[in-house]
Structure formats: C-alpha cells, structure tokens
T-cell receptor, first 114, second 108 residues
Framework: DTEVTQTPKHLVMGMTNKKSLKCEQH?????MYWYKQKAKKPPELMFV???????INESVPSRFSPECPNSSLLNLHLHALQPEDSALYLC?????????????FGPGTRLLVL | GQSLEQPSEVTAVEGAIVQINCTYQ??????LSWYQQHDGGAPTFLSY????GLEETGRFSSFLSRSDSYGYLLLQELQMKDSASYFC?????????FGPGTRLSVLP
C-alpha cells in the first residue's frame, strides 16, 4: 500500500470557522509533511513531523495548528483563516532515511476561505 | 536561502526528447529530486540524485552536477500523458525545497 489519503477533498469555510484536515498513511513512514500549494506555484513546506514530533515549522501563522496523534495520522487544524489561505493543502509522507528522499503525496484538500 | 530556477514552459511533440533544467544557488543539500504533477493532481515522485551523474528510470533520466550547481530531467519518447508540471526539489534533511516548476506541453 503506497497510498496517502486526505479528507476532505474540498472544503469551503468562513473566516470565523474552525475546521480540520486529515491525512493518513499505512506505509510505516515516520516522517509526515504538510504543504500549501497555490495555483501554478510549487508546494511550500509548512510543517514536518518526525516520529510524531514536530521537527520543522516554516514560520506558519498560528491559525494553522498541526497535530500528529500517531505515526499513521496527521491533522491540520484551521481557525480564523483569511481568504489568502485558500489553496491546495497537500500531505506527504516518507521513510526515515535511507529512502527518505521519496515523498508520497496525498491527493490534497482544496480549501476555499470566504 | 535556497534558490532554484527552472524554465517556466517547454513544448515538444510526441515521440521527441525533452530536457528540463534546474539550476540552484545553494550547497549542503543531500540530493535533487524530480516530481511530476498533472493538473488537479498531487505531485508524484520521479527520480532522485544523491550523487553526481545520471540516474535512469525507464523513459525518464535525471542528472546532477554539484560542481556546476545544475541538474536536469530528461524525458524520452514523449507521450501525450507526459503533459504536466515538473518540479525539481532539493532535499535538506527532511526539508524539501521545490523549484518554481516547468509546464511541459506535449503536442501531437
């Protein structure tokens, strides 16, 4: 199984809402990532979890709050977002090195903030 | 910080060979990866170069020269389904930094 799943596929939320994005993988990967991707732009790294601990936070605003409940699950909690936060949010996972150079991406959650 | 450059667009015909270049202005990275992303889809891994030289995976090959701060992805026997965006990405530990992407259009 080389699949990373993400829910929901689409999300529309107001600026006062609280919502969560979910990501799951069953490949035994110990590194999991959140990326943000705007149209026609490359993915931008937001957070990295390694062995269920936050290892990288790329200066992401506090309205985005990641959580790693266990080695297979990764959540991104959203609160008080802005319209400019509308984007495709991608989750990815990889092995701890060696093999960590291959990231497996989920299909993404397309988020629209109104 | 890291800085990668790629051509924004490349056009080629079916059956042709195309090379997508990636130049960078940094050091201390583990390797250079390439990802393909179709419109509306997620990035998928294509190739990785930890060392200088050529890596071949079927119709796709990737090359890295650390001394020239340069890499490329070579796509052979182009097919219509190869129309997509291609991103190079530098790997720093667990931090992947993506290039701006190259939009490849394959014409019949």
């Amino acid at each position: 199984d080389t699949e990373v799943t993400q829910t929901p596929k689409h999300l529309v939320m107001g600026m006062t809402n609280k919502k969560s994005l979910k990501c799951e993988q069953h490949m035994g990967h110990r590194a999991m990532y959140w990326y943000k991707q705007k149209a026609k732009k490359p993915p931008e790294l937001m957070f990295v979890y390694s062995y269920e601990k936050l290892s990288i936070n790329e200066s992401v605003p506090s309205r985005f709050s990641p959580e790693c409940p266990n080695s297979s699950l990764l959540n991104l909690h959203l609160h008080a977002l802005q319209p400019e936060d509308s984007a495709l949010y991608l989750c990815a996972s990889s092995q701890d090195s060696p093999g960590g150079e291959t990231q497996y991406f989920g299909p993404g959650t397309r988020l629209l903030v109104l | 910080g890291q800085s990668l450059e790629q051509p924004s667009e490349v056009t080629a015909v079916e059956g042709a060979i195309v090379q997508i270049n990636c130049t960078y202005q940094t050091s201390g990275f583990y390797g250079l990866s390439w990802y393909q992303q179709h419109d509306g889809g997620a990035p998928t891994f294509l190739s990785y170069n930890a060392l200088d030289g050529l890596e071949e995976t079927g119709r796709f090959s990737s090359f890295l020269s650390r001394s020239d701060s340069y890499g490329y992805l070579l796509l052979q026997e182009l097919q219509m389904k190869d129309s997509a965006s291609y991103f190079c990405a530098l790997l720093y530990g667990q931090n992947f930094v993506f290039g701006p992407g190259t939009r490849l259009s394959v014409l019949p």
